[in-house]
């Protein structure tokens, strides 16, 4: 009895879901495309919640210690 407890709430999870689809994709569309056509990475975090990444980040250098004095 507990199985089919588990498997009614895994239903209206997915069923909640599919419902909310279309409402994320409309809201997170254009800034979406924008990140697609900059080059960024965009990572699904929840219900109209997004981590967009700029991939040229990864190539930045820490600046290297200054070794001698300039006077």
Same mark, same amino acid.
């Given at each position: 009895m507990y199985s089919q407890g588990t498997k009614g709430l895994s239903r209206i999870k997915s069923w909640i879901q599919e419902l909310m689809?279309?409402? *994320?994709? $409309?809201?997170?569309?254009?800034?979406?495309?924008?990140?697609?056509r900059?080059?960024?990475?965009v990572t699904k975090t929840?219900?109209?919640?997004?981590?967009?990444? *700029?991939? $040229?980040?990864?190539?930045l250098h820490l600046p290297r210690k200054v070794t001698e004095e300039v006077s």
């Amino acid at each position: 009895m507990y199985s089919q407890g588990t498997k009614g709430l895994s239903r209206i999870k997915s069923w909640i879901q599919e419902l909310m689809a279309p409402a *994320d994709y $409309r809201i997170c569309v254009e800034p979406d495309e924008f990140a697609f056509r900059m080059g960024w990475t965009v990572t699904k975090t929840g219900f109209g919640s997004r981590r967009y990444r *700029d991939p $040229r980040f990864d190539q930045l250098h820490l600046p290297r210690k200054v070794t001698e004095e300039v006077s």
